[in-house]
């Protein structure tokens, strides 16, 4: 077990971090390319966390290198004062429901006629969207789940940034938000409840919003997410169905968290890849939405519990098009394809792929391990976004400069084929 990443090493320029993740690499020295936390001043967005063990011979490498570098030692995390782990079996996104479940009770629900409607339920879209004036339409979601980790604070972050990523897949701007809790009234200490709640908040200021209040039930396990309110233009909205052949697909996260969970709940997990999938769970899609808007994107969802999969055919379908997906190019987090090619492999990824297959061309000779990396539920994963293809070099180099450094582009649309999914 790797002992946790509390050294960040700060640079002057993207470009240093670059240099010096690839230097760092090379020499078998474990590192993590990450957002500068916001308490910390830095030149440059992006740092690197190594292992504080690694601390000397990492700044003698770089020395050599001729990169400049400053040292920030984290305070190592404090224990929490409760394990929600404890309290469930399967947390996060993995709990949703089998998708088909979900869209057959929506599916018969009567079709709204409103014309200010933009967005409602027949798309499968990540968030609502009613136009208020021919200047501001709101964006309206809701998302809860139970623990997806340990430390109450820090589940209260990711369950927020969850929330909150519906409102940057359609482009937009948070405005509030609200707390959703279901929490015991025995038998879990109430620090716990101010933990969560306090890195819900955090989440929210992070995002520009504002906590309004909320609504609390007794229940267990212990349950936490957020009803959020945006905005965005009418004309400026993000939706799955206007995606059209040939069109880039970008994902601006690695993939890998509901693995990396279950790896953890089995001891199978290392330490350090476990917080990387903590960190990304924590790290708000706020950027990636604003570059989605400076280069004109008009379709995009986030990638969560039903999968990329799930999320990539509610484009298709809503788009009537196809989606070609190479799997080799997704990237993942550090140690997930590894877990997955052991074994472990969450139960979503079945419930996802029984969503998905019937829609889906897989290719022979698919690695078995990247395929279920494809149906991986993620928790507060990132963007998927279709781009024109004259533009993907400047969105990808605005991505990897604004904190979002593992985005890569991972198939293209075509034209409706015989499945809405093609997967190499």
Do not use: W
Request: aromatic share 4%.
């Amino acid at each position: 077990m790797h002992s946790p990443m509390n050294t960040l090493l700060l640079f002057e320029s993207t470009r240093s971090v670059i240099k010096a993740e690839e230097c760092l690499r090379s020499n078998d020295i474990d590192c993590q390319v990450i957002p500068v936390p916001k308490a910390i001043s830095s030149e440059c967005g992006m740092a690197i966390s190594i292992d504080t063990a690694a601390k000397e011979r990492a700044e003698e490498l770089l020395q050599e290198r001729g990169l400049k570098v400053r040292i920030h030692e984290q305070a190592a995390p404090k224990k929490p004062c409760f394990d929600l782990l404890t309290t469930v079996e399967q947390g996060g996104c993995s709990a949703k429901l089998p998708p088909e479940v979900l869209f057959d009770a929506v599916d018969r629900l009567p079709k709204n006629s409103d014309p200010n409607l933009l967005v409602g339920c027949g798309t499968g879209d990540d968030a609502g969207a009613y136009r208020l004036t021919d200047e501001i339409a709101l964006i309206e979601t809701t998302d809860f789940f139970p623990p997806i980790c340990s430390d109450p604070f820090e589940f209260g972050q990711i369950a927020a940034a969850n929330a909150l990523s519906d409102v940057y897949a359609m482009g937009g701007r948070v405005l509030s938000a609200m707390n959703l809790v279901m929490f015991p009234a025995s038998g879990i200490p109430f620090e716990a409840l101010h933990e969560i709640i306090r890195g819900g908040q955090e989440k929210v200021a992070e995002a520009g919003g504002n906590l309004v209040g909320g609504h609390t039930i007794a229940d267990y396990p212990p349950k936490y997410g957020l009803a959020v309110t945006g905005t965005v233009h009418p004309e400026r909205l993000i939706t799955n169905a206007n995606a059209t052949p040939g069109q880039v697909l970008i994902l601006t996260k690695p993939l890998g968290t509901g693995t990396l969970v279950a790896g953890q709940r089995l001891g199978r997990a290392s330490a350090a890849d476990y917080r990387r999938a903590l960190d990304s769970m924590k790290q708000l899609n706020r950027t990636a939405a604003e570059i989605m808007q400076e280069f004109n994107i008009r379709t995009a969802t986030d990638v969560t519990g039903f999968g990329l999969l799930g999320h990539a055919l509610n484009i298709a379908k809503a788009s009537n098009i196809s989606l070609e997906i190479e799997t080799s190019l997704i990237p993942a987090l550090p140690g997930a394809l590894e877990l997955l090619d052991e074994g472990c492999i969450p139960g979503a990824c079945y419930r996802n792929l029984d969503h998905v297959e019937a829609a889906t061309d897989f290719t022979a000779g698919l690695s078995y391990p990247r395929k279920m990396l494809s149906l991986d539920p993620q928790t507060s994963g990132g963007l998927l976004m279709c781009a024109p293809p004259e533009a993907t070099d400047s969105i990808l180099a605005e991505l990897h400069q604004r904190g979002c450094p593992f985005a890569a582009v991972i198939g293209q649309t075509t034209a409706l084929e015989q499945n809405h999914l093609v997967v190499r």
